[in-house]
T-cell receptor
Framework: EPEVTQTPSHQVTQMGQEVILRCVPI?????FYWYRQILGQKVEFLVS????????KSEIFDDQFSVERPDGSNFTLKIRSTKLEDSAMYFC????????????FGDGTRLSIL | AQSVTQLGSHVSVSEGALVLLRCNYS??????LFWYVQYPNQGLQLLLK??????LVKGINGFEAEFKKSETSFHLTKPSAHMSDAAEYFC?????????????FGTGTRLLVSP
């Protein structure tokens, strides 16, 4: 069964450094999402992406965050200058076209900011 | 704004007992509803979804959920728990009228299964 894959599984970064989290969505999916889960808290929506542009973003997704689909397969989340509070599990998801299609999630990247 | 409330951060059952995980939603429009499961160190796996067809939805691993509009509920059940069901379960809601359909998650319920 097709999967969403995320790399790396764990990223450790110094505060203030840039980090890029990578995702390969399921190949025929057109809708892409990033979510995050701070330890012990609920999964929160960050951003959705369709047709090479952001379709919706949350208040969390400020100017420090950006997303990109640099080629036909990858979908990336960049945090420009990381803060301690960015430490979380970041999940990528993708969805096929159609209103009834569910989102399929990757296994996540655990981001630890030191 | 849409929201989901999951009652009980932890639910403990014995193997073979009924599993009941509660979810109530708040939405001004008919929603899509989902249950996802998260095993340790893994991502979110879809258990089942409600999209306005049958109100009783069957999912994977013997789980099912019933949409009750009058109670704004979408509780998850399984007749007989297995040890392998121990995981965290998330209820989520999505607005069917927006094309991009972000998910709004509940706080999750950790299911503990004892022998």
């Amino acid at each position: 069964e097709p999967e969403v894959t995320q790399t790396p599984s764990h990223q450790v970064t110094q505060m203030g450094q840039e980090v890029i989290l990578r995702c390969v969505p399921i190949s025929n999916h057109l809708y892409f999402y990033w979510y995050r889960q701070i330890l012990g808290q609920k999964v929160e929506f960050l951003v959705s992406f369709y047709n090479n542009e952001i379709s919706e973003k949350s208040e969390i997704f400020d100017d420090q965050f950006s997303v990109e689909r640099p080629d036909g397969s990858n979908f990336t989340l960049k945090i420009r200058s990381t803060k301690l509070e960015d430490s979380a599990m970041y999940f990528c998801a993708s969805r096929d076209t159609g209103l009834y299609q569910p989102q399929h999630f990757g296994d996540g990247t655990r981001l630890s900011i030191l | 704004a849409q929201s989901v409330t999951q009652l009980g951060s932890h639910v403990s059952v014995s193997e073979g007992a009924l599993v009941l995980l509660r979810c109530n939603y708040s939405s001004s429009v008919p929603p899509y509803l989902f249950w996802y499961v998260q095993y340790p160190n893994q991502g979110l796996q879809l258990l089942l979804k409600y999209t306005s067809a049958a109100t009783l939805v069957k999912g994977i691993n013997g789980f099912e959920a019933e949409f009750k509009k009058s109670e704004t509920s979408f509780h998850l059940t399984k007749p007989s728990a297995h040890m392998s069901d121990a995981a965290e379960y998330f209820c989520a809601v999505s607005d069917r009228f927006t094309g991009f359909q972000k998910l709004v998650f509940g706080t999750g319920t950790r299911l503990l299964v004892s022998p």
